[in-house]
């Protein structure tokens, strides 16, 4: 794997417009802010334990339900059933549904793709993010 340092990162710009993409995805795809970093942070790991979630999850607000709903949502998947001789736990993976939200988020932040904005705006905060959207959009174009 390539070492990058904090100046080909800078210069790379790709945390620039990461809060508007980031709530852009939030509003795009129906999830919560803490979840979708949760799930950023399981798609790094590949396959993970229930304890990997639970040990990262501490950094984010309280949630009991975080978990169960991420799985009936269909954004964490099982990869391989525990059963009670041989295999201790089950391992999960971020699902393929999960990966492609992810995937996107990454091209959009890259200026590989452009977001569109459908939704209706009525409330301030959705006629803010749609002028955030506009602009990221037309000076993501320029990279």
């Known amino acids: 794997m390539r ?5 080909q990162i800078r ?26 970093e949760i799930l950023i942070f399981l798609d790094c790991l590949d396959l ?3 304890h990997d979630f639970e040990t990262n999850q501490l950094t984010y607000g309280w949630d009991k339900a975080r978990w169960l709903r991420l799985k009936k949502d269909g954004w964490v998947d099982v990869w391989r059933q525990r059963n009670n001789t ?5 391992i999960y993976k971020v699902s393929y549904k999960g ?3 992810i995937n ?27 002028n955030a959207v506009d602009a990221t959009n037309k000076d993501l174009r320029k990279l």
């Not at 417009?17 to 980031?22: A, D, E, L, Q």
């Not at 041989?86 to 089950?90: E, F, I, N």
């Open 104 to 130: 996107r988020m990454y091209r959009i932040l890259l200026g590989e793709e452009e977001m569109t904005y459908k939704f209706p705006q009525k409330r301030y905060s959705e006629k803010v993010l749609k």
């Open 86 to 90: 041989t295999r201790k736990y089950t």
């Open 99 to 101: 990966r492609r939200m």
């Open 48 to 50: 993970f334990k229930r």
């Open 3 to 7: 070492k990058l340092d904090a100046e």
């Open 11 to 36: 210069d790379s710009q790709v945390f620039k417009h990461y809060r508007v993409v980031r709530k852009w995805v939030v509003k795009n795809y129906g999830i919560r802010d803490s979840d979708l």
